[in-house]
């Protein structure tokens, strides 16, 4: 059950635009691997994952513009469920479209009934005014590392997706469907992430220490490889959040820990190191 608000910028509160929506179903059984919320890039969807097997789509629809100066406003229309046939997602999210007409892809991360991880990439559309339309979408054929745990989205210049296993790390070129894999110096268990630009990234693993994933491009944009350095320690992490308090300070990431705890780490980016300092 979720409900909507909206920032009324004229007002300067919060407007309610649904009260609610129920998306509970009483025959289904809930995710073994918690819930999931995404928006895909371009704005026309947003998704739920509550229920193994079940994808329910939401439709952001466009209100259009009062005056040519006002960025359009969507608001959330009915949630249509999807069944599918991924049961145990273990991690899921949009790629970043390469161009604005492009329909959105949800990559799917699950483990089949023979206890194997697959990656399926899975299309929505707008079937018609009313309905909406998740394809069969399209298996990447290779074999995945068994401890795959996470998907990280990647942006322009490069695309695609990051794979991130206990063995390994792989970029999965979604235009090619090619899988580049390198296995990792020390095997560990990430549990989270943070972006810091289009090529940089902060991992935490089950032991609290906290890696600076960077990938490497070739003169034509194109991922080589990856580095990965460890640049501190914390209690483990089980959320991270990247945030900039204002525009000339530097980045604070924020990792929340199990017990409630909060760690806040400033990172300070210099000639492609890392210098931090813990708050």
Known sequence: MYFTLSWDAEQKQLRTEKTFESVADNAA???QTGERCHVDPSGR??????????????????????RKQEPDIAHLGEPVPSRVSEMFVRSSTFLRPRNFDDKPKLALLYEDTHSLVKLKLRELSFASDNSVDLDEGESYRGELELGSSHLIPIEEPTYGLIIIGETSIGYYNDETGDLLTEPLDEATIFVA?????????????????LYLFMLVLDNR???QTWKLDV?????????????SISHNSAPLLRFLFMPLRVYLIA?????????????
């Open 231 to 243: 640049i501190g320690k914390t209690s483990r992490a089980s959320v991270s959040k990247l945030q």
């Open 45 to 66: 969807f947003m998704t739920l994952e509550v229920y193994e097997g079940i994808i329910t789509i939401i439709p952001l629809v466009q209100r259009g513009k009062k």
């Open 193 to 209: 992430w943070a972006r810091v630009d289009a090529q940089r990234f902060v991992l935490a693993d089950d032991y609290g220490r």
């Open 267 to 279: 990172s300070i980016l210099r000639a492609d190191k890392l210098w931090r300092r813990i708050l």
């Open 29 to 31: 059984r809930e995710s």
């Open 221 to 223: 944009n194109k991922v």
